[in-house]
């Protein structure tokens, strides 16, 4: 079982930047292939990026591919998404997942899940 927090969001202006942070409880949290998706009010949720284990494959969305950038700190259990130059398009809710199915982009092959974080984007 793992657990998922995610932390790092807020209101920020167009142009600006968020790193939002997955924290996991398992210690052999880097043995998964972890993927961020968020979900905009009245949109279906989306693929935005995914990691593997000791980072070293990534894997972006066309839409945000050269403006995000995913890492890992496998001393910390942590997964970051850094998100730069913000527009309102980016505005949803973040969450991060966990899988042994190394490089899905499919929602319905992660196991675990956190409970997201808000990126509100003012024009």
């Known amino acids: 079982q793992v657990q998922l927090v995610e932390s790092g969001g807020g209101l920020v202006q167009a142009g600006g930047s968020l790193r939002l942070s997955c924290a996991a409880s398992a210690r052999t949290f880097d043995s998964y292939w972890v993927g961020w998706f968020r979900q905009a009010p009245g949109k279906e949720r989306e693929f935005v990026a995914a990691?593997?284990?000791?980072?070293?494959?990534?894997d972006y969305a066309d839409s945000v591919k050269g403006r995000f950038t995913i890492s890992r700190d496998s001393a910390k259990n942590t997964v970051y998404l850094q998100v730069n130059s913000l527009n309102p398009e980016d505005t949803a809710i973040y969450s991060c997942?966990?899988?042994?199915?190394?490089?899905?982009?499919?929602?319905?092959?992660?196991?675990?899940w956190g409970q997201g974080t808000q990126v509100t984007v003012s024009s």
């Open positions: 997942a966990a899988t042994f199915l190394r490089g899905t982009r499919k929602s319905d092959d992660y196991n675990y």
């Open positions: 990691i593997g284990w000791g980072g070293t494959s990534t």
